[in-house]
């Protein structure tokens, strides 16, 4: 079993000069007033997304597991980073959120949100202990497939109802709104938004590396072979369990940061982004994008996105939906790849057609190579 | 659909080429749910916001110049409310926004608007304590539905009174303001039900009962409630949100209460919502809104009228024209338009800073359900009617209050 290159496949300088587009350039145009604040916020949030998607695609297109239930974990980064910006509004009293249901102190679970390190270790953590311990059951109990899938959207479920309650004391149905500062900055300068977005795009960068790293690993080829196969690698003496487990707990974490960094770049987080909805669309962007390509659903969250904030404006808003719907129909049906798979897509049809030219003209010549190739 | 569309978005392309040139017009922002599951109401406040402006524009506009509405869907997707709310005050700098239906959709753009020295009217029932210097609220605030419901079901004789809502905000805060108030009026705990939870220090945090969306399975409660309605003077204040009054009212139908040993006064059911229920089930329960659609004044004939004609010749797609209603929501969204375009004469300037302060001090409108008049808090005075509903899903008018002043905060004012 040899290492694949690490470059080669990896398109590394498109996606050296992607990202740096995407971390220097784009916030650079920002500061100069050529890309307007409007646009690099939204921007931000179609990145938060694109982290998202790739944590999808790790368990859905590289190890064969349709988790629909990453939007859970990205709503509870959300919330970890809600409950440390509600203790940073300061003022007299208690945020409208805990006077509303009669509240006239912190409840004790929140007064260590104050520090941001600690809400920055739980958004690893609280995240990451839900996977384990539901991985653990899961996985040990050989659920797969569609019963894998059906568990983890009846767990978001869950968890939806759980935070509307009042007496959780999360916000209920309205959730946290109304942030104020960010590690002492204020979140309506408009530096502080360039930094949260370059801090998105920072974490996308790393997150695609790391991922592109990971699944071309050894690790990586296993989790390919048990997206093929789990039977025969686990008869090759691999625990399988473990390392479905190592691979769900990693995306939640990931899932869990994006989240964190899209709250304060929306200005709210509430339970209805958990909901079983957001997963299922969430795993259309990877569908839309390419699965199994790490960059396949950072392109198809992004295009989605942006679809839907320039579509839900004006005549076309109620027709959106019908968008959405109709491109993913084409996708499916004559695109298998996804949106990244076009090129290849395109270039073989080429390639068909030119071979069929030139072989009607000239029987000896011979069909390039590469051209065939996925 | 494919059909619909081509028309539309060519009328789309036309309307943003022919907009680049107009130069004697104002833009404003009109942000609802056109998707999801809000669709369903706010569409209705889309439709009465573009007759509005229409009927405005016939008139002259505002100024002199014509309303040019920006229309965005807010998908009941409550980050999309957030983005749309930029983008109507970056991109489109419109002067003033119409929309939100719940709550959290308003506090998602709250934010927003105060960063940004936005103008929000707000026109739907809410729970108060808020006051934000860019939001007018031509919603109804508690005492101008709950308190007046319990003055005349008090004057009606009962003494005792059942608190049920869906677990959400505005009923929590609701019931709580309802508990301080009639304990104000003498009314002993024993007979306010649906229990209360405490905290440690035994002060009553939460009254009533709670559902969550979607509930349907209504049984026990409903045995608790034929229990505490034994003696005969009691009644139920509900909260209860869109589809769960099916099953609620089902299951108290089932167990034998009727309007006349037990009534039901609902604050989140309107003209509107009975297009999705049952109406026939629900007669001669109460209804507590500071509009109807039954009210008998010209200015309302010529409201209901003028709209189903618009409604009838308009050209926005996928609009639905047969069967509509008005109902409060509308009529408050109606209202907030022309108390804008008041105070913009008044103020004879476009700037938000100045509207409000034209706003606050004291604008009247006469409306169709009687006239409004904007206060100095961001609420209106206007007069609160007790309806009792009829099996095509209108009201029947019991009792009018003139004039009632909205309060956004109410929470320990009755002792």
């Known amino acids: 079993m040899t290492k694949q290159p690490f470059t080669g496949r990896l398109h590394t300088p498109l996606l050296i000069a992607l990202a740096v587009i995407l971390v220097v350039v784009i916030p650079l145009l920002n500061s100069l007033g050529i890309i307007s604040n409007f646009t690099l916020g939204n921007w931000g949030k179609y990145l938060c997304y694109g982290i998202l998607a790739i944590s999808i695609d790790l368990l859905w297109g590289y190890t064969g597991l349709l988790c629909l239930g990453q939007a859970l974990f990205f709503t509870l980064g959300g919330y970890m980073m809600g409950m440390h910006l509600m203790r940073m509004i300061g003022g007299d009293g208690v945020p409208t959120f805990l006077s509303m249901v009669g509240r006239t102190e912190w409840p004790s679970f929140f007064l260590p949100f104050s520090s941001f390190p600690f809400a920055l270790l739980m958004m690893v953590v609280v995240p990451g202990m839900l996977a384990y311990v539901f991985g653990y059951l899961a996985f040990r109990s050989r659920i797969k497939g569609v019963y894998f899938s059906i568990l983890t959207q009846a767990l978001t479920y869950g968890a939806a109802l759980l935070f509307f309650r009042n007496e959780l ?119 839309l994008g390419g699965r199994g390509t790490i960059v396949g659903p950072v392109i198809g969250a992004i295009s989605v996105n942006a679809l839907k904030s320039w579509a839900s404006v004006g005549a076309t808003a109620d027709f959106w939906p019908l968008m959405l719907g109709g491109a993913f129909v084409l996708v499916v049906l004559f695109m298998p790849k996804g949106m990244v798979g076009l090129p290849a897509q395109i270039q073989g049809y080429i390639t068909r057609v030119s071979r069929n030219k030139s072989a009607a003209e000239s029987p000896s010549s011979e069909p390039t190579p590469e051209a065939t190739k996925p | 659909m494919i059909k619909q569309f081509i028309p539309s978005a060519l009328a789309a392309f036309a309307l943003t080429s022919a907009s680049v040139h107009a130069e004697d017009s104002v833009k404003v922002g009109v942000l609802h749910s056109l998707s999801g599951t809000m669709a369903i109401s706010e569409t209705s406040l889309r439709d009465v916001l573009l007759f509005t402006f229409d009927e405005i524009n016939a008139a002259g506009g505002v100024m002199g110049k014509k309303i040019e509405p920006v229309v965005v869907d807010g998908a009941s997707n409550w980050p999309l409310f957030a983005e749309k709310a930029k983008q109507l005050l970056d991109q489109d700098k419109v002067a003033v926004t119409f929309g939100c239906w719940t709550s959290v959709s308003r506090k998602s753009v709250l934010p927003v608007f105060e960063e940004k020295k936005g103008l929000l009217f707000y026109p739907v029932q809410y729970e108060g304590e808020e006051m934000s210097p860019n939001i007018f609220y031509t919603a109804e605030a508690v005492n101008q539905q709950a308190t007046p419901a319990v003055d005349y079901l008090m004057e009606e004789g009962k003494k005792k009174f059942y608190l049920i809502g869906s677990d959400y905000v505005y009923p929590q805060t609701t019931n709580l303001i309802l508990l301080e108030y009639l304990l104000s009026k003498g009314v002993p705990l024993e007979n306010i039900g649906g229990g209360f939870s405490k905290d440690a220090s035994g002060k009553i945090i939460s009254a009533g009962k709670y559902t969550p969306f979607g509930h349907t399975d209504y049984q026990q409660i409903v045995s608790e409630i034929k229990q505490f309605a034994a003696s005969g003077d009691a009644c139920i204040i509900s909260t209860l949100n869109g589809d769960t009054n099916v099953p609620f009212f089902k299951e108290y139908a089932a167990a034998g209460l009727d309007a006349e040993s037990c009534p039901v006064v609902s604050f989140s059911v309107s003209e509107d919502e009975f297009r999705g229920l049952p109406a026939s089930q629900l007669v001669g329960q109460l209804g507590c809104w500071t509009y109807f659609q039954s009210i008998k004044s010209p200015a309302n004939e010529k409201f209901i009228s003028n709209f189903q004609a618009w409604l009838a010749k308009s050209d926005v797609p996928g609009i639905v024209k047969e069967g509509r209603v008005t109902c409060s929501p509308m009529v408050l969204s109606y209202n907030g338009v022309y108390l804008w375009k008041a105070a913009v004469e008044k103020a004879g300037s476009f700037e938000v800073e100045k509207v409000m302060a034209a706003l606050k001090g004291g604008i009247s409108f006469d409306g169709p359900g009687g006239t409004v008049t904007s206060q100095k808090n961001h609420h209106l005075t206007k007069n609160v009617f007790i309806g009792e509903t009829k099996a095509d899903g209108q009201f029947k008018i019991l009792k009018e209050f003139k004039n009632v002043v909205g309060e956004p905060f109410l929470k320990g004012t009755y002792k």
């Not at chain 1, 039977?231 to 003496?237: A, E, K, M, Y």
Request: net charge positive; glycine share 8%; with cysteine.
């Open chain 1, 169 to 287: 004391l999360m916000g209920g149905n309205n959730g946290f709104t109304d942030f104020r500062t960010l590690l002492g900055f204020s979140l309506r300068e408009d530096s502080t938004k360039r930094w949260l977005y370059i801090a998105t795009a920072l974490l996308l960068v790393l997150v695609v590396w790391g991922c592109k790293w990971l699944t071309h690993s050894r690790f990586g080829l296993i989790q390919r072979a048990i997206r093929d196969s789990e039977n025969r690698v686990l008869f090759s003496g691999y625990a399988t369990a473990n390392f479905k487990l190592f691979i769900f707990v990693i995306s939640a974490v990931i899932a869990s940061l994006a989240g964190a960094l899209f709250v304060p770049q929306v200005g709210i987080i509430n339970p209805s982004e958990m909901d079983t909805s957001k997963s299922l669309e969430a795993v259309v962007w990877v569908a």
